[in-house]
């Protein structure tokens, strides 16, 4: 009996389109159907991926290691993963694609890595600092329905970084507790206020894998200057987004594609005064007006 003949480049090719051939014909017994044209897809996109780039054996495995450094670097209040599909441009390509909305309401943009559910709880116009450092920053606007009418007690998680660029929880979290964060109830005109300190441009975390991707590739880690919010009112979808400082010299070079120029507002500078809470500072603040228009459930 004669052994198969192994050919040269064109066989070892017949090969591999096989191997697609026989991985799909198996995953279309996938019972749901929305799970069979994801993991269809996925495999005619992945598959051919590595055709492309004729991907070796030794790359797929420095990924498989890469992947599994990732989830070391995965705990409360960080996924690591996150970071690289923020980074890959996907959270915000999904996030789109599946927000449509009229012209005029919030745009939404990406979670990011570091929400944390639980939020601690302040009453309007309160300082939510809660001792992180910076210029301190009154935030005040109303959350509106579609026909500008407002929402009343609409919830309002707000976070973001201190004037180092860092989070509550890429520090000890446990022992000094959440700072720069809050949930924040509007009124009944849907009116929200309070005061923290200016955030300010960071890179995604330097330490971590997704760093290393973006180091030995694009070499932008930068995110520019942005108040995280998460807003959900009655009848209204959950909105995520950003309220990004205009003064930011990254707006054009965010290391997750987050910024779209509506979200882009002006973070006002003052020189002392009276605050719009009728607060008299001695020294320099910031004030920011951004109202939210949502979008029907
Ligand atoms: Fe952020």
């Not at 200016?198 to 520019?224: F, K």
């Not at 009276?274 to 910031?286: E, I, L, Q």
């Given at each position: 009996m004669n052994a198969p003949t192994e050919g040269g480049l064109k066989s070892r090719y017949d090969a591999a389109d096989l191997i697609t051939q026989e991985v799909l014909k198996r995953y279309e017994s996938t019972p749901d159907p929305r799970l069979r044209e994801i993991m269809l897809s996925f495999i005619r996109h992945l598959h051919s991926f590595a055709k492309e780039v004729k991907l070796t054996s030794k790359e797929w495995a420095y990924t498989m290691n890469l992947l599994e450094e990732t989830g070391k670097w995965c705990g409360p209040g960080r996924n690591e993963f996150i970071i690289f599909s923020d980074a890959l441009g996907l959270s915000m390509l999904t996030v789109t694609q599946d927000y449509p909305r009229p012209a005029h309401t919030t745009e939404p943009t990406l979670v990011g890595p570091f929400l944390l559910e639980n939020a601690p709880e302040f009453p309007l116009g309160a300082d939510i600092s809660a001792g992180a450092q910076g210029t301190p920053l009154f935030a005040q606007g109303t959350v509106r329905d579609v026909n500008g009418n407002p929402l009343p007690h609409a919830k309002i998680d707000v976070w973001h970084s201190d004037d180092r660029g860092l989070y509550d929880v890429q520090q000890d979290l446990e022992t000094n507790g959440p700072w720069a964060r809050a949930l924040l109830t509007a009124d009944a005109?849907?009116?929200?206020?309070?005061?923290?300190?200016?955030?300010?441009?960071?890179?995604?975390?330097?330490?971590?894998?997704?760093?290393?991707?973006?180091?030995?590739?694009?070499?932008?880690?930068?995110?520019?200057?942005?108040?995280?919010?998460?807003?959900?009112?009655?009848?209204?979808?959950?909105?995520?987004?950003?309220?990004?400082?205009?003064?930011?010299?990254?707006?054009?070079?965010?290391?997750v594609f987050g910024v779209r120029p509506s979200l882009i507002a002006d973070f006002?500078?003052?020189?002392?005064?009276?605050?719009?809470?009728?607060?008299?500072?001695?020294?320099?603040?910031?004030?920011?007006?951004?109202?939210?228009i949502m979008v029907p459930a």
């Open positions: 005109k849907g009116h929200y206020s309070f005061w923290s300190i200016m955030p300010v441009d960071y890179p995604v975390p330097q330490e971590g894998t997704a760093i290393i991707m973006l180091s030995n590739t694009t070499g932008r880690s930068w995110r520019p200057a942005h108040l995280h919010y998460r807003v959900q009112a009655q009848g209204q979808r959950p909105l995520v987004t950003h309220i990004f400082d205009r003064n930011s010299k990254n707006l054009d070079a965010d290391a006002v500078h003052h020189k002392g005064g009276t605050a719009p809470d009728g607060k008299v500072m001695d020294g320099d603040f910031y004030t920011l007006d951004y109202d939210f």
